[in-house]
């Protein structure tokens, strides 16, 4: 099996990536940053055009089109946001990263996924992170507006890292794109037979009364496993009146519009059902995270005097050069 | 019943899978993610940008795993995204707590006053 | 009285050994279980008196206990005496190693081998504890506290070790008692381990004994490895050994394995070591830094005869052997005479003493070559007793004289009040050490010289031990008349600030700096109290008592002569002798067993009888020949260091010494021997071990250091790796990754994606 796209090509991409973030980290020279943008650019240009061309080529295999937008959006943003110097700024680009993959996740039809990421992510996890920037960070002072820290200014080992990286990232593509294409897409019928709703006898019922299909006397058949009678195949409920003991089968040209397991019915019955054990642990975990924050942050670190005061000077040394030379004369 | 009508339905329940040369696309912007997480982890010396790196490289974890569950079929792939949304969480609260605590000892958010390791 | 045992008839002059046979497999009976009480009460006062050095004691309680434990067990040991019917038993005790390998077992219970020879040495044993624990309690005195309690610790354990020593039933037994009074002795001869001297004569008491331990080891190595056992009982009746006697018996040691022959000569290195004999002597002098309580008990009485006992014990092995004997007897008659010439010449009397010990254990061990076990046996008794008493005297003026041992600053104290009974015990122990006639001594070594002059082969043993004792006579009663004859006069020991003038409420009235040469007037003797004077008023009767024991006590039936004689062949160490008198007179009454032709293991019979002494029987002749000696030996020290002396210091004696040149010094500095030892012993065994000690240094540690340095260096390259930095890990982590993914990826590849 080929690759889904040239290696040449892919490699090509890798190369104009790590080039493009090597130069686009922070660092002394500005320059360089507006010379990596554009390799970024170029890159992500390059790989959207190569795989849009391949995809076309293919009849069906041509996906959504908001999904180069998607895309696109998400891995500048996630560019910008290792390359940008100020925290909050990347945590902004970080939010628009968040939010052009939850732009994908409802291309690939995952709604509440969708909705819970963009709520729980940019709304909880990087609102608190945006505080903690805040509360970590000196603001700047009016006479340096463009200062910025030693510590986001330059970056760490930059060339070597984007290096590593895109090696990581050419080989990782190399293997999926190699492997990706013996992996047979299951068929429907299968599933469709595996509906959820043989599950979910209770939210069947409910329905089919709010239809009026169902008298207060019935209720759903179930099958000795406990599932419903209902043939999804064919279309058909199975309903018995407790009162007489006699059933009667509503057809397929009784079935209700509305009688569909839409994508939160599935997402919340495997998760009760397949993961209870797995939820448990989460909900430990996130005990835990919030005992361990509140310890953490609770904790009051004595500094010695001296140590705080020579700090305090290096800080405002290093802030602002001008101020040594000024005598504090203590004018009130 | 006919066919059709059944398909139809189970279009309506379960849309059709990925076909696997657009699950590549997916999984290519989700490594492509990953990487620059990565790439941002090891070169930004800002204590927090390095935890939202994380949390980059966790988004681009779930992303493969919405585009995988929408391949199979299933739900699990989205079940494991909650999952990878409560550890970044509990990773955040633990993070930033520890970054405060940190950034208390040395008024400084650089890892780079943290070597005491060092051999 | 008591009857032949297994061994007795066999050892017996008796050509016939038909009863050899039937008695040889006899079963040993199993004695009653109070026996184990003589082991056990020492013991006992010793866990005691730890107790009572944990708890803080401060009474003379240790003391109390030690006496009445070592006194009970003397007292049981008469009640076993009493009761003992002449056939040995076993008391068992418990089961401690039982080894069982294939066909052969070894055997070594915690029992007791109870027989006439083990009654007769626990009898002085359990007795001289007693008194001396008596004396100690006294004489320690001034260390009460944690020391005393630390002194009478080791003094129970010192009683219990003697006591499995001499009862033990095996070779196993006797060696846990043997390195149990050597670490006794250790521990009491350092008792006063501030002092350098003590520490250092412990050490070398220690260390010499450890020579002769590894003989012992080794000798009871070679028993179980030949005789497959290691229980007295078992042995001593076993076949192999009684052909080995009775080939021995006519001269022929060819029929006798060399390794049977070698047991005795390592059995004898350890009883060379644990008796002070040549060349090993040399710990013995030293160890009189220790307490005199423990020189007396110790290293006079008892546990220094434990060489002589274990001879004694294994006596058929060592006659199975054709040069352990003469060994014996000679290395004996070395020892006596280089100690009395070396005693000769000290001045400390606690010195002079310690020599006349080794003097005198020559002379039992020359007794026991020259075949009279009965005689050496004899001498162990009548010397523990008379030695004791005199250590304890010594003791005493030691105790009395703040230290004073030095026989040129004490003189008259015959005439210092309070002092009489000390005199009177020197007296007679002075007598009988010289052998002066009708004294114990006189007899037991009289005994000795006898039969030495009557087994064919030893006459020049026999001339030499008479000399040592004139020489024996002559310095015996050079401390007696030095000390305490003549006019009075003493100087104080260096002990004087300590305790003395406290015990007479005397405090502040001397200045320690006056030593030099005041008199009564500054410095009080401390007189001995009633303990002291009690224990020598019983010893000094005990010392006239053991006289009483060379006429009585022998019997027809096991044609002994006198107790000591009865005890001894009654046991393991019976042996007739078929020379001389003996003989002779047996085979007049008994020809039947006792022929006089016949063929002995030392010679020709017949030539034995052929050597009579200046015209007359040997033993008759010995009693006028070594009485004569002996007063020649006491005038001879009454001319030189009484007639017409003045002062303390100076005597007739210090010109004629002059005369004989460096001899005098000489033997004052005990013919150099310590110095030869360094020089041929010590100092190559030191330079050999700074030699291996650098090799170790430079060449093991080198290597060590070496294969320790590999890896530092190696550390020292990739060191800078371990940067502390958070982010290089990172880096690090996912190049690995990236390799990691390169490596299974290439592989997949290769392998095909199927």
Same mark, same amino acid.
């Given at each position: ?13 890798c ?15 500005k320059?360089?940053?507006i ?15 190569? *795989?849009?061309?391949? #995809? /076309?080529?293919?009849?069906?295999? $041509?996906?959504?089109?908001? !999904?180069?937008? %998607? @895309?696109i ?22 939010? *628009?990263?968040?939010? #052009? /993959?939850?732009?994908?996740?409802? $291309?690939?039809?995952?709604? !509440?996924?969708? %909705? @819970? ?6 709304g909880a ?6 505080f903690?920037i ?26 070597? @890292?984007?290096?590593?990286g ?62 419903a ?58 005990l ?15 500094l010695?005097?001296?140590?705080k ?6 800080l ?11 005598p ?5 | ?30 490594a ?11 070169t930004?010396?800002?204590m927090?940008?390095?935890f939202l ?23 699990d ?12 969480a ?30 | ?23 040889a497999?006899?079963e ?8 184990l ?5 020492p ?5 005691l008196?730890?107790?009572?050095a ?41 089961d ?58 080791a ?17 196993l ?18 008792y ?11 050490k ?7 020579i002769?331990?590894?003989g ?26 009684l ?14 394995p ?7 000569l ?23 830094e ?45 020892t ?25 254990l ?16 004899y001498?162990?008794?009548?010397h523990?007793f ?16 703040a ?20 005199f009177?015990?020197m ?23 006898a ?8 006459s ?43 015990d ?5 009235h001397?200045?320690t ?40 006590g ?17 046991s ?17 009454k ?9 063929v ?17 029987d040997p ?10 000696i ?5 005038a ?55 030699i291996?000690h ?11 250091n070496?294969?320790g ?30 390799i990691?993914l ?7 590849m290769?392998?095909?994606?199927s």
């Amino acid at each position: 099996m080929d690759t889904i796209i040239s290696p040449i090509a892919l490699y090509l991409i890798c190369v104009l990536g790590a080039v493009g973030i090597g130069a686009a980290l922070p660092r002394r020279n500005k320059a360089s940053e507006i010379v990596g943008g554009l390799l970024i650019a170029a890159s992500v240009g390059f790989g959207t055009l190569v *795989l849009a061309l391949r #995809a /076309s080529e293919i009849e069906g295999g $041509l996906p959504n089109f908001f !999904f180069y937008p %998607f @895309a696109i959006l998400a891995l500048g943003a996630s560019a910008r946001m290792i390359t940008h110097p100020r925290p909050v700024y990347s945590a902004l680009y970080f939010i *628009l990263t968040i939010i #052009a /993959s939850c732009g994908m996740y409802l $291309l690939l039809s995952a709604e !509440f996924m969708a %909705f @819970a990421l963009v709520i729980i992510y940019a709304g909880a996890i990087l609102i608190t992170y945006l505080f903690v920037i805040m509360l970590a960070t000196q603001a700047p002072s009016s006479a340096s507006e463009e200062f910025i820290d030693e510590t986001d200014a330059v970056s760490r080992e930059p060339i070597l @890292a984007a290096g590593i990286g895109f090696v990581l990232l050419a080989i990782l593509t190399t293997a999926m794109f190699r492997g990706i294409g013996d992996l047979p897409a299951p068929p429907d019928e299968t599933l469709a037979q595996e509906s959820v709703l043989v599950n979910l006898p209770r939210k069947v019922e409910r329905l089919l009364e709010r239809e009026g299909l169902i008298t207060n006397t019935e209720r759903l058949v179930r099958n000795e496993d406990g599932t419903a009678a209902i043939d999804v195949v064919n279309r058909t409920i199975t309903l018995e009146n407790t009162d007489l003991g006699t059933t009667r089968t509503l057809e397929a040209d009784q079935w209700p519009e509305t009688l569909t397991a839409g994508n939160l019915d599935r997402l919340g019955y495997n998760l009760m059902h397949d993961h209870p054990m797995t939820i448990e642990i989460a909900g430990i975990i996130l005990l835990m995270a919030m005992l361990g924050a509140t310890v953490l942050a609770r904790k009051h670190i004595e500094l010695e005097d001296d140590l705080k005061a020579a700090q305090a000077r290096k800080l405002g040394e290093s802030m602002n050069p001008e101020m040594k030379s000024v005598p504090e004369t203590g004018n009130a | 019943m006919d066919m059709t009508h059944s398909v139809q339905l189970a279009q309506l329940a379960f849309p059709d899978a990925v076909p696997s040369i657009t699950m590549a696309h997916y999984l290519f912007v989700s490594a492509a993610m990953f990487v620059m997480g990565l790439i941002g982890f090891m070169t930004r010396k800002n204590m927090i940008i390095m935890f939202l790196c994380t949390e980059l490289m966790f988004q681009a974890a779930g992303l493969a795993l919405i585009a995988f569950g929408r391949h199979h079929l299933g739900a699990d792939g989205q079940t494991f995204v909650i999952f990878v949304l409560c550890v970044a969480a509990a990773e955040a609260a633990m993070a930033l707590a520890l970054v405060v605590l940190l950034f208390r000892y040395r008024e400084t958010l650089s890892s780079q006053a943290w070597k005491e390791l060092n051999g | 009285m008591i009857n032949t045992t297994l061994l007795s008839n066999l050892l017996a002059f008796a050509p016939d050994t038909h009863a050899a046979a039937d008695h040889a497999v006899t079963e040993i009976g199993s004695g009653p279980k109070w026996i184990l009480l003589i082991v056990g009460l020492p013991l006992l006062s010793s866990i005691l008196s730890l107790v009572y050095a944990i708890i803080g004691n401060k009474t003379k309680l240790p003391a109390w206990t030690t006496v009445a434990a070592a006194g009970t067990a003397f007292l049981c040991t008469v009640a076993m005496y009493m009761s003992f019917d002449g056939t040995p038993y076993t008391v068992h005790a418990f089961d401690w190693i039982q080894v069982h390998f294939g066909e052969k077992s070894m055997i070594a219970n915690f029992s007791f081998y109870i027989d006439t020879l083990t009654i007769y040495w626990m009898l002085f044993v359990t007795g001289l504890a007693t008194c001396i624990a008596l004396y100690a309690s006294e004489y320690m005195s001034h260390d009460v506290g944690t020391s005393y309690c630390r002194f009478f610790g080791a003094f129970g354990l010192f009683v219990f070790s003697m006591a499995c020593l001499v009862m033990g039933d095996n070779f196993l037994m006797l060696y846990l008692g043997w390195e149990g009074v050597g670490l006794c002795s250790y521990l009491l001869i350092g008792y006063f381990y501030k002092k350098p001297e003590a520490v250092a004569a412990a050490k070398k008491a220690f260390i010499v004994n450890r020579i002769g331990d590894l003989g012992l080891a080794l000798g009871i190595y070679l028993i179980f490895v030949h005789f497959g056992t290691l229980e007295y009982a078992v042995l001593f009746s076993d076949p192999t050994l009684l052909s080995y006697v009775e080939s021995a018996k006519t001269g022929d040691f060819s029929a006798i394995p060399t390794i049977a022959q070698w047991i005795p000569l390592l059995l004898m290195i350890g009883a060379f070591g644990k008796s002070a004999q040549f060349p090993l002597y040399v710990w013995l002098p030293d160890a009189m830094e220790g307490p005199t309580p423990v020189s007396a008990l110790i290293h006079a009485a008892t546990m220094v005869t434990a060489g002589v006992y274990l001879i004694a014990r294994t006596y058929p092995l060592f006659l199975a052997s054709e040069s352990a004997l003469p060994i014996v007897a000679w290395i004996g008659t070395i020892t006596a005479l280089l100690a009395a010439t070396i005693g000769m010449a000290q001045f400390d009397i606690k010195r002079i003493m310690a020599y006349s010990t080794v003097s005198q254990l020559g002379y039992m061990f020359a007794g026991l070559g020259v075949l009279t076990p009965t005689g050496g046996a004899y001498h162990v008794l009548t010397h523990a007793f008379f030695k004791a008493l005199l250590f304890l005297c010594c003791g005493a003026v030691m105790h009395g004289f703040a230290g004073q041992l030095d026989l040129r600053k004490l003189s008259g104290l015959r005439k210092v009040k309070g002092w009489g009974i000390v005199f009177v015990g020197m007296l007679f122990g002075c007598l009988n050490l010289a052998g002066f006639p009708l004294t114990a001594g006189y007899f037991s070594k009289d005994t000795i010289l006898a039969e030495a002059f009557v087994t064919p082969g030893y006459s020049m043993i026999g001339w030499i031990l008479l000399i040592t004792a004139g020489l024996t006579a002559y310095y015996t009663f050079r401390v007696f008349f030095r000390v305490f004859m003549g006019p009075v006069e003493y100087h104080p020991g260096d002990e004087l600030h300590d305790h003395d003038h406290d015990d007479h409420g005397e405090e502040a009235h001397h200045d320690t700096n006056e030593h030099g040469d005041h008199h009564s007037d500054h410095f009080h003797p401390h007189a001995p109290g009633w303990a002291i004077n009690t224990v020598l008023v019983i010893l000094t009767a005990c010392s006239i008592a053991a006289t009483g024991l060379y006429f009585v006590g022998g019997d027809k039936d096991a044609h002994t002569k006198h107790y000591a004689d009865t005890m001894v062949s009654a046991s393991t160490a019976s042996y007739h002798s078929n020379y001389g008198k003996h003989a002779f007179e047996y085979y007049e009454k008994d020809p039947e067993h006792y022929p006089v032709a016949g063929v002995g293991p030392r010679g020709n019979i017949d030539k034995a009888l052929e050597m009579p002494i200046v015209g007359g029987d040997p033993h008759k002749m010995m009693y006028y020949i070594s009485g004569v000696i002996g007063v020649i030996g006491i005038a001879l020290a009454w001319f030189l260091h009484l007639f017409g002396r003045t002062n303390a210091a100076e005597c007739k004696m210090d010109p004629i010494a002059r005369m004989f040149g460096p001899i005098p010094k000489l033997a004052e500095n005990k013919w150099y021997v310590d110095e030869i030892y360094w020089a041929i012993l010590v100092s190559p065994l030191r330079i050999g071990s700074h030699i291996l000690h650098w090799i170790d240094k430079l060449l093991v540690d080198g290597l060590v250091n070496l294969f320790g340095l590999l890896p530092r260096i190696f550390a020292w390259i990739i060191r800078p790796s371990q940067s502390g930095v958070l982010q290089g890990y990172a880096v690090s982590m996912a190049g690995g990754v990236a390799i990691l993914l390169l490596v299974v990826f290439v592989m997949v590849m290769q392998g095909g994606l199927s």
